[in-house]
Nanobody, 127 residues
Framework: QVQLVESGGGLVQAGGSLRLSCAAS????????MGWFRQAPGKEREFVAA????????YHSDSVKGRFTISRDHAKNTVYLQMTSLKPEETAVYYC????????????????????WGQGTQVTVSS
């Protein structure tokens, strides 16, 4: 079983940037497809981005495409979410999640498909 811990959240002004990290322990992250999700107060959890176990395939939601980038470093057992041009409406708790995929190139957008979740990191974007 893998444990996931997010970090890198904080307070940033609109238009600013942050890089979130999701570190794995207990097992190598390399076998897992990974995803980033976010949840704002009073709203449903929202898919943000996903990356395959191999790292070859990525998928970003339309709302963040061109501004956010998901990546992974197998040597560091870490997945990243680089966020730029942040907007106040993107204030939320950001979660990383992991899943053993069918194929190493598969990405998953549905949160219900993920088996492991971190505790989340707060991102606050001020206007």
């Amino acid at each position: 079983q893998v444990q996931l811990v997010e970090s890198g959240g904080g307070l940033v002004q609109a238009g600013g940037s942050l890089r979130l990290s999701c570190a794995a322990s207990g097992r190598t992250m390399a076998i897992y497809a990974m995803g980033w999700f976010r949840q704002a107060p009073g709203k449903e959890r929202e898919f943000v981005a996903a990356i395959s176990a191999s790292g070859v395939s990525t998928y970003h939601s339309d709302s963040v495409k061109g501004r956010f980038t998901i990546s992974r470093d197998h040597a560091k057992n870490t997945v990243y979410l680089q966020m730029t041009s942040l907007k106040p409406e993107e204030t939320a708790v950001y979660y990383c999640a992991g899943k053993v995929p069918l194929l190493a190139r598969d990405v998953y957008r549905n949160g219900r498909e993920y088996d492991y979740w971190g505790q989340g990191t707060q991102v606050t974007v001020s206007s």
